[in-house]
């Protein structure tokens, strides 16, 4: 299966300001997603990124929150913008070789505002 | 939208005791897979189910998909602590995951 590198893995950070999140696949994959996961809950989705062209978003998230890009197949970044703390949240990435298959999942973003 | 419930939520065991979780989805899957977080970690595939009645076993996990390619469940024989985690379904027709059902194990 794909090794999937995200970084950085945790990061405490001020309200008002942005943080990019990259992941970076080691093979070129068909899909590439963002999830939010908050503390005892599931994944929620946020966004497929799709390579060359604007992310398809999920109901309740914009891209002006969480614009994200994809300028090829093995790399994606997810930023969350202009943080509150209701974005404290453990962010992940994740791929998917060929439709119908699995995903993998990266490691995660534990972010944290003050 | 697409709805994935689990039951239970929530699932503690004494070692040695059977777990099942149940899985619903509110539409029909191409296919549906499950997937195990242990705690701190990321979610892990574990197997992934496509035909109608499909039955798939793993060691002591034994993995179901409904006729009707909505529901599924998982069910673990004599659970062991290393079976500890919260378990997703998961359909790839939107990538949606489901509740999830944590599970602890007591030794």
């Known amino acids: 299966s794909a090794v999937i590198s995200q970084k950085p893995s945790r990061d405490i950070c001020q309200r008002g300001t942005s943080l990019t999140i990259q992941c970076q696949v080691d093979s070129q994959v068909t899909m590439m997603f963002w999830y939010r996961q908050q503390p005892g809950q599931s994944l929620t989705l946020i966004a497929t990124a799709n390579q060359g062209s604007e992310a398809t978003y999920e109901s309740g998230f914009v891209i002006d929150k969480f614009p994200i890009s994809r300028p090829n197949l093995t790399f994606s970044t997810l930023t969350v913008s202009n943080m509150s703390p209701e974005d404290s949240s453990i962010y992940l990435c994740s791929v998917v070789g060929q439709p119908d298959q699995p995903q993998h999942f990266g490691d995660g973003t534990r972010l944290s505002i003050l | 939208g697409q709805q994935v419930m689990q039951i239970p939520q929530y699932q503690h065991v004494q070692e040695g005791e059977d777990f099942t979780t149940y899985c619903n989805s509110s539409?029909?899957?191409?296919?549906i897979q499950w997937y195990k977080q242990r705690p701190g970690g990321h979610p892990v595939f574990l197997i992934q189910?496509?035909?109608?009645?499909e039955v798939k076993k793993q060691k002591r996990l034994t993995f179901q998909f409904g006729e009707a390619k909505k529901n599924s469940s998982l069910h673990i024989t004599a659970t062991q602590t290393t079976d500890v985690g919260t378990y997703f379904c998961a359909g790839s027709n939107k990538y949606i995951f489901g509740t999830g059902t944590r599970l602890k194990v007591l030794a």
């Open positions: 189910l496509v035909k109608s009645g």
């Open positions: 539409t029909t899957l191409s296919n």
